[in-house]
């Protein structure tokens, strides 16, 4: 299983961030969370919860996969995991992209409550 990079993983929430031309103020604002813990969050330095998670990559429109893997689409192996199967054919394709549309949908929900 792979290792959390946090700071990797807050280095492209910044560049996310900067892409949109948005200071920390705003997105901090957006995702309902102070200016200095996106900060420490920006720099790896603590840990977020899934909610603001969920918050960041519902503003900065990012995919999950992108902020903490650094790539839009996992790897076989890790949706091989997911899904317990020793390999992902072509035919799941359909099924990987299922699985994002869903979850997208509780991101929504979870913004909605």
Known sequence: MQE???INMGMRIRHARK???W???ELA???GI???FLGHIERGTRIMSLDTFVNLCTALNADADELLWGSAHPSE????????????KEKDSDSY????????SVAEIMNEA
């Open 4 to 6: 959390m990079d946090y």
């Open 19 to 21: 892409a949109k031309g």
């Open 23 to 25: 200071s920390q103020g």
């Open 29 to 31: 604002k957006q995702c």
């Open 34 to 36: 102070s200016m200095s």
């Open 77 to 88: 192996g890790r949706l091989a995991d997911m899904w317990g199967q020793p390999c992902v």
């Open 97 to 104: 992209s299922m699985y994002i549309r869903i979850m997208k």
